[in-house]
């Protein structure tokens, strides 16, 4: 087992320098002059020329994507163009915020998506079923800004029940924690319906109750078990995708997350901003890939013994 | 022991109603093993599952008796159904790759009979497992308690599923093709076994297959099924020696004889009706080398050729009616 999460681990670091790179190349060709965008138009060449040669600008670019690794290997991620502060910190101090998001609304996800996905299956083909799988689609459907913005407008504007915007208290992580919630919630219970579907035509499924056991029995021992392996890759690859910053909601609700600094990077064209967040967003989707394979390794024997034999 | 009377399990498709079984009478008597023969789709399995209540939709019991030691199980509650699945009757299927569950191992699987029906500890289950694993022939059983299924051969996993089966010594263990996902040397041990367990536990067998070598192997008594009707029964050898519906004869002239002559394999022409699209008449009439115009017309009834002996067939309605099992 450790030998398999070492190897997963190993082969996660190329993944990552490979992503750093063609995110390093792509954003060196992006138009526009980084020292003319931090400084203004109308300097003096003179000192545009001294800015460069300070940042080291004009090395060939596979020296600065060695540089740049380097310093990231530290945790150095460079220095904010906009801001004039350490992208690292910029980063820690907006994680926080993602993390509680995340957290939030991956548990809403889970608590509507799971039982939505359980309930379908048992009850397929009933209005219980049809109307669970309405709602959840509408989740997946509905863009988050408009959702966002149409709670925002019953909630919190008409009836003043929750604040607009802000992140000071967990009542301001209510609304965009449903939101986003909602939206991930329809994939897992469309998932959990549709594996639980597959797996309760298994054999096993007919053994069980051969045995005498009772359906809600059947369902929760012996079907879900199975039907859930793929449901939980699914589930923390939303969780690293949710960790990487929920660009919309955290825009409409006004967090300050990753997602949210990663706009206004965009906006203000500040390279080593945009680069720090990129990569620890990559950096956490890999995580969240790695943990997937472990736990999917956990949960499912034949790839336990499989990886133990080899 | 156990009585099906008249049983009629019908399926309610989009496209008609399709009999899957119909009209079935069989007895086990017991300490005895039963076999049910006949084609795919001749409703053998349904007959099974029938008797467990355990037919799933679009399938429906329309009518009939199933009484086990007298008691009607047809219309029974089914918490009550539940006590007797697995505790008084217990099933094997046909693909034991598939009927275990891949996430949990083969020894929890066996123990939760035991724990869901005698109410043992966990403890004690794992320990009567061990027992039965070391009865069906597993060999170090301590160790493949803790085995996941996919770890063990085919014929091992097989050996569980009776294990599981024979867990509560139930009255009958019904086995569903049980041999046919396995090769020759493992179907004869496994054989071997089942006829073992009946003489040791004297849990009777209701033994499902299309191969008439397993039926002659094992069972005390047989019945011949044909597109959900019952078409012959007899005792073992009364069947062998004195076979008398055309269907079970070219059943038994289509076995490869060893010291036959050389040359092509005798085959029944035709088809298996399709079940939405009976013939009119004798249901095998279509395929049948000796039927007459009336077999074309109207359906025979079972005949009584000698006691224990009936026959669906227009050639013995002299013998006079009365050849049902019961």
């Known amino acids: 087992m450790a030998r398999y999460i070492l190897r997963r681990f190993l082969i996660s670091i190329p993944v990552l320098v490979g992503v750093a790179l063609i995110l390093f190349l792509l954003l060196n060709v992006v138009p526009g002059d980084p020292v003319t965008l931090m400084m203004g138009e109308h300097i003096k060449p003179a000192l545009i020329e001294a800015f460069r040669a300070r940042m080291h600008l004009d090395d060939p670019v596979l020296v600065r994507f060695g540089r740049y690794m380097l310093g990231a290997l530290r945790g150095d991620f460079g220095v904010s163009y906009k801001l004039q502060r350490e992208v690292s910190g910029l980063i820690w101090q907006a994680f926080p915020h993602t993390v509680k998001l995340t957290i939030y609304s991956a548990f809403v996800s889970w608590i509507i998506g799971i039982p939505a996905g359980i309930f379908s299956a048992v009850k397929h083909n009933t209005l219980i079923d049809r109307s669970l799988m309405g709602f959840s689609l509408m989740g997946v459907s509905l863009p988050i800004f408009w959702a966002g913005l149409l709670m925002q407008y019953v909630f919190a504007s008409r009836l003043g029940w929750l604040p607009v915007t802000g992140y000071y208290s967990i009542k301001y992580y209510i609304m965009p924690s449903v939101v986003l919630g909602w939206s991930s919630a329809g994939t897992v219970a469309r998932l959990t319906r549709s594996n639980l579907l597959e797996i309760m035509k298994n054999d096993f499924i007919r053994t069980a109750r051969a045995k005498g056991l009772s359906e809600p029995s059947v369902v929760a021992c012996h079907a879900l078990k199975n039907a859930m392996l793929p449901v939980i890759t699914v589930m923390a690859l939303q969780v690293a995708g949710l960790l990487g910053g929920a660009v919309m909601t955290e825009s409409v609700f006004g967090i300050p997350g990753i997602g949210r600094i990663a706009v206004d990077a965009i906006t203000h064209r500040d390279m080593p901003l945009l680069q720090g967040t990129i990569l620890f967003t990559t950096a956490i989707v890999i995580a969240g890939n790695l943990a997937a394979d472990i736990m999917y390794a956990f949960l499912d024997p034949r790839i336990r013994v499989e990886q133990a034999n080899s | ?326």
């Open chain 2, 1 to 326: 022991m156990l009585q099906i009377r008249n049983l009629k399990t019908h399926f309610f498709t989009r496209g008609g109603v399709a009999a899957a079984v119909d009209d079935v009478s069989i007895r086990i008597p017991p300490r005895s093993i039963v076999g049910v023969v006949g084609e795919s789709g001749c409703g053998k399995s349904v007959t099974a599952l029938s008797v467990l209540q355990l037919v799933s939709r679009p399938g429906k019991i329309v009518s009939g008796s199933i009484l086990l030691d007298g008691e009607e199980l047809i219309g029974k509650p089914s918490k009550q159904m539940r006590r007797i699945r697995g505790n008084k009757i217990s099933m094997i299927f046909q693909e034991p790759m598939t009927s275990l569950n891949p996430v949990y191992t083969v020894g929890r699987q066996v123990a939760e009979t035991m724990i869901l029906h005698r109410g043992a500890s966990k403890a004690e289950a794992m320990d009567r497992t061990v027992e039965m694993f070391r009865a069906v022939g597993i060999p170090a059983p301590e160790k493949r308690l803790k085995s996941f299924p996919h770890q063990l051969s085919g014929g091992l996993r097989q050996r569980v599923m009776i294990a599981m089966a024979m867990a509560c010594k139930p009255s009958l263990m019904i086995a569903d093709e049980p041999t046919t996902a396995l090769d020759v040397t493992i179907e004869a041990q496994i054989l071997h076994l089942m006829k073992e367990l009946e003489r040791d536990m004297g849990t009777s067998i209701m033994m499902i297959t299309h191969n008439m070598g397993v039926v002659a192997e094992l069972c005390d008594y047989v019945y011949v099924m044909y597109a959900g009707k019952v078409m012959e029964h007899a005792g073992i050898f009364d069947l062998f020696d004195h076979t008398k519906h055309p269907y079970t004869q070219g059943l038994l002239n289509s076995i490869p004889k060893p010291s036959g002559v050389r040359g092509r394999l005798f085959n029944i022409e035709g088809m298996v009706p399709s079940l939405l699209r009976l013939p009119k008449g004798c249901r095998f009439s279509p395929r049948c080398e000796q039927a007459v115009r009336e077999c074309f017309e109207s359906e025979p009834g079972l005949y009584a050729v000698s006691p224990g002996h009936g026959v669906r067939c227009f050639l013995y309605r002299d013998c006079g009616d009365g050849g049902e099992a019961i």
